[in-house]
């Protein structure tokens, strides 16, 4: 049974990717509407029949007190029997399977799947952002919200339908079950019901902003522990124990403070709905006792109506704390929008083609990029590389090295210029297809908290077992690959790597890395200090390998260490955003410019930065 429901609405079915999701939380929400459309519909009757029931019930209590005040039991018995014997019978077996079934609807369908289909798509659209919008933000902060918000929007498609649709057919019943009885008995609960909607309204209005900011507290505090946490060698490192405590306790005490500002909504509504119930409970009892000892009213109809009031007076209380949980919930959502809900910032143009790549000449082409900055960057960068040739890229840190790379990736769109690969223009095709024909190592290798095996297989995930142990030796990566064992006793390349790969040393990290691009086998070869993190003995075999890998690729290494791209074909200086020299190693040398004095200054092969800004 609980399978039927549970597989009623898959939260994974395809669905129209947009890039600039609804910002209106309405429209947000009820964009994931349509593949529960009829459960919802479904539900909706069920918690009204639900309502009903229950009023029909209570109403049912004051007939029986007539009933039983009409004569003898064994006369009442004899006329009456049947008719307590069939509601009986709804009751022990109608009422159960209609609730039965609403209850499994909204917590075995609804509650697990439709919170799970707004966080599937909320990643699958949060993944298509680009690398700026990581960069801009905690990652911690990110998945807390990509973690929240889902949650909280099934909470609160949950509590209309566990709460509302049933209170409101609760309410109504009542005021008309009451007014059936005698219309003046509804005129203190339908009284009672429109200040009990101000006071809703009133709550509504001032905790909705409390909780948004209460979430977006929690957000910061969250946030800052995990930017710790990652960073916990730092740390420890610079013994900044006490300094991470203070910041984290300035984050606290800001949710605190927004948390009490919540919770004294929260207490002046407790007492407000007190103060209200009371008038109600006080105003139909006496009224209905009034009518009865005037002559207008029977028993049950006094019993009918106390049972109601007393009925409703424990159901607003549950009312308004669902009331203040959906507005809370909807905080929640309206907060994490924020960041689930972003426009992607870097899309694919809407006639992209997949790269044709075919020789893998590329050619930058009076490139500039500041980051909106205006400054830093590169300026009026042109380049042009001949397929199968390799490059070196050097200059002091800011010169614009890394932002080569990043637009040559597309990890941002060029704000001046364009880029071509074999004659393409890499705006006008598809970022997947770009990104699959460059393979790049980078100065610091973070792997995924996996096993080796996914780590390097990420590369070509169709690679064989003899493939991917191949690439393994050519990285001089194999021999200790064997040695390692995690906690749970998995070895080799089962072994998990930690989050980042932290259980391996950097020159471990490094060398499952470049396993991953000669496994890859991309015809254009990006090396960004590819072998920093290693000692001189394993540099020195790495490096050999990497010329091996290079051969019929087009190539850009950037170095610090000048000895590692001596070797290039061409050598290119950055120096403020602007291409200072290039040519090979010994034209430059001969020019006795800027290279010349890195080369000249360097200590151990790495360029002497520090003098050289002097």
């Known amino acids: 049974m609980f399978r039927f429901f549970e597989n009623l609405v898959d939260p994974f079915q395809p669905h129209p990717q947009v890039d600039a999701p609804p910002r209106r939380l309405w429209d947000f929400l009820k964009g994931h509407f349509p593949p529960f459309r009829g459960v919802f519909i479904v539900t909706g009757l069920l918690s009204v029949l639900a309502g009903v029931a229950d ?36 009751v022990l077996i109608l009422r159960p399977l209609l609730i039965a079934v609403d209850v499994a609807l909204l917590h075995n369908t609804i509650l697990p ?19 700026g919008f ?54 203190p609960l339908l009284t009672w019901f429109l200040l009990y909607i ?59 403070t ?46 009918a109506a106390s049972a109601l009031v007393l009925r409703l007076n424990n159901m607003t209380y549950w009312i308004m704390w669902t009331s203040t949980s959906l507005v809370q919930a909807l905080g929640v959502v309206a907060e994490g929008m924020e960041t689930i809900a972003q426009p992607v910032g870097l899309v694919d143009a809407k006639a992209a083609k997949p790269l044709a790549l ?33 490059i070196g890229i050097v200059g002091r840190s800011g010169a ?41 190592v980078q100065q610091d290798s973070s792997l995924l908290h996996r096993s080796v095996r996914d780590n390097i297989l990420y590369g070509r995930p169709d690679a064989s077992e003899d493939e991917m142990i191949a690439a393994a030796k050519r990285a001089e990566a194999h021999d200790f690959i064997l040695t390692l064992e995690d906690p749970q006793g998995r070895k080799g390349y089962d072994a998990h790597v930690g989050e980042r790969g932290v259980k391996l040393s950097g020159g471990q990290r490094q060398r499952v890395a470049l396993t991953r691009v000669i496994l890859k086998d991309a015809p254009i070869l990006i090396l960004d200090e590819a072998t920093s993190a290693l000692d001189s003995e394993a540099e020195a075999a790495i490096q050999q390998a990497l010329y091996g890998v290079m051969e019929g690729k087009t190539v850009i290494a950037i170095a610090h260490r000048l000895s590692t791209i001596a070797a290039m074909d061409r050598i290119v200086v950055l120096e403020d955003g602007r291409v200072a020299e290039e040519g090979s190693h010994a034209d430059l040398l001969a020019r006795n410019g800027l290279y010349a004095r890195f080369w000249a200054r360097q200590s151990g092969g790495f360029i002497g930065l520090e003098e050289e800004a002097e």
Not at 137 to 164: C, K, W, Y
């Open 55 to 90: 009023v029909a019930l209570i109403w049912y209590v004051g007939r029986v007190v007539d009933l039983l005040a009409q004569g003898a039991p064994a006369q009442v018995w004899a006329s009456h029997g049947t008719e307590f014997l069939t509601v009986a019978a709804l």
């Open 113 to 131: 799947n439709f919170g799970t289909m707004v966080r599937w798509r909320a990643h699958k659209h949060v993944l298509r952002q680009p690398v």
């Open 134 to 187: 990581f960069e801009s933000d905690f990652a911690g902060r990110i998945a807390n919200r990509l973690m929240q918000t889902p949650t909280s929007a099934g909470e609160a498609v949950f509590q209309v339908f566990d709460a509302f649709a049933f209170a409101l057919v609760t309410v109504i019943g009542s005021i008309y079950m009451l007014g059936e009885a005698d219309l003046r008995l509804a005129l």
């Open 198 to 256: 101000l006071l809703v309204r009133w709550t509504i209005r001032r905790a909705g902003p409390a909780a948004k900011a209460s979430s977006e507290a929690r957000s910061a505090v969250t946030g800052r522990i995990v930017d710790a946490y990652s960073n916990i060698h730092s740390v420890k490192l610079f013994a900044h124990h006490d300094n991470e405590l203070t910041y984290a306790r300035e984050a606290m005490e800001t949710g605190r």
């Open 258 to 303: 927004a948390f009490q500002k919540e919770m004294r909504i929260v207490t002046a509504m407790d007492l407000m709905l007190t103060t209200l119930n009371g008038a109600l409970i006080v105003s139909v009892t006496g009224l209905a006792i009034w009518l009865w000892y005037h002559g207008t009213a029977t028993i049950g109809v006094v019993a």
């Open 358 to 390: 075919t020789r893998g000449q590329v050619e930058i082409d009076h490139v500039s990029h500041h980051y909106g900055r205006g400054y830093g960057g590169l300026q009026d960068v042109t380049l042009s590389l001949r397929p199968g040739e390799k």
């Open 400 to 440: 614009g090295k890394s932002t080569l790379v990043k637009l040559l990736l597309r990890f941002y769109d060029c704000e001046g210029g364009r880029i071509l690969i074999d004659g393409q223009d890499i705006s006008q095709v598809t970022q997947d297809s770009l990104r699959r024909q460059i393979g790049m």
